[in-house]
């Protein structure tokens, strides 16, 4: 039997992804114990928190985008799931465009995942993501929007602090870009 390797595994935007690295001095990469390959992101667990308000699970690496003589540039740090009784969310240590700081920010929201049976320890895999108004900043307004879906998310952790409950999509099944 094959150990899990505890880690989120995202491609962020394949579109995106694939446009930045077409460019003469387009950057795709991770840092800080990540790993970028095969048009993925690869970041280590780091720990995870349960509280009476949710659960969180830390992950190390930086997901580093970068093109157009540094116009273009996405610094995404300590990516989190957070788990709350009515939603998911992906935040990760980002720059607020309108205050230059690093802060963190709600990516994307996460759809419902169900606990995880004891033979998965600990792995959701694949997860709907849909950016928030923070993410569609961070990716770009002018080709992103709130709600538009990204890459899907995976993620695991020890099986030992599980995830609170299922929870709905807060966007549900009729939001805009779901079609």
């Not at 108004?133 to 998310?153: H, I, K, N």
């Amino acid at each position: 039997m094959t150990a899990v390797q505890f880690e989120l595994v995202w491609g962020v935007k394949e579109s995106l992804i694939r446009y930045v690295l077409q460019l003469g001095d387009g950057r795709v990469q991770a840092g800080a114990g990540g790993s970028f390959a095969d048009g993925v992101f690869r970041l280590p667990f780091r720990d995870q928190q349960v509280t009476d308000a949710g659960r969180t699970v830390a992950f190390d690496g930086t997901i580093l985008i970068e093109g157009h003589g540094g116009l273009l540039r996405i610094r995404l740090a300590e990516l989190r799931v957070e788990c709350a009784r009515d939603t998911v969310l992906l935040t990760a240590e980002t720059v607020d465009p309108s205050s230059e700081l690093m802060e963190r920010r709600p990516i994307a929201v996460l759809a419902a995942t169900p606990p995880p049976s004891p033979s998965e320890r600990g792995v959701w895999s694949p997860v709907e993501a849909r950016l928030t108004q923070a993410g569609a900043e961070t990716l770009g307004m002018l080709q992103y929007y709130p709600t538009q879906r990204v890459d899907d998310v995976s993620w695991s952790a020890p099986a030992e602090l599980q995830h609170p409950r299922p929870v709905p999509h807060p966007l549900g099944s009729a939001a805009p870009g779901s079609a």
